[in-house]
């Protein structure tokens, strides 16, 4: 394997492991997602970004065994009630990508279709 190979390799592997992934790019005029999985290290940072009034809304709490309908609920949180501040600290805790009200946080569920998921919601 070359060299870029072997990066390429790390940089999914490392991905997979903090449970995100992003069709994000720095090109702030384009929207994009990221994608975060229940419970795992990059949910964990998100959490940790919220404001207290976020976190009273019962946003930053779910495991990885939530349910779909809690992981619904937190979604339409973040989208409508999530703090602009919250947003942004995430986004600066992401190598490279910043912050745009045209970006969104998405949470996925613990399962192992989230590849598919990630990979279909990319497309559209």
């Given amino acids: 394997m070359n060299s870029l190979s072997i990066i390429i390799l790390l940089g999914i592997l490392v991905t997979i492991s903090?449970?995100?992934?992003?069709?994000?790019?720095s090109a702030v005029d384009e929207s994009c997602t990221v994608w975060l999985t229940a419970g795992k290290p990059a949910y964990q940072i998100f959490s940790k970004c919220l404001t207290e009034e976020?976190?009273?809304l019962g946003v930053g709490v779910l495991t990885t065994e939530a349910k779909p309908s809690e992981i619904e609920k937190e979604n339409n949180?973040?989208?409508?009630?999530?703090?602009k501040d919250a947003k942004e600290t995430?986004?600066?805790s992401l190598n490279n990508i910043p912050y745009a009200s045209n970006r969104d946080i998405v949470i996925v569920s613990n399962d192992s279709n989230m590849g598919n998921r990630f990979k279909r919601a990319i497309r559209k």
């Fill in 18 to 25: 903090y449970g995100f992934s992003t069709n994000c790019t």
């Fill in 54 to 56: 976020d976190k009273k």
């Fill in 90 to 92: 995430f986004f600066g």
């Fill in 77 to 83: 949180l973040i989208k409508n009630e999530v703090s």
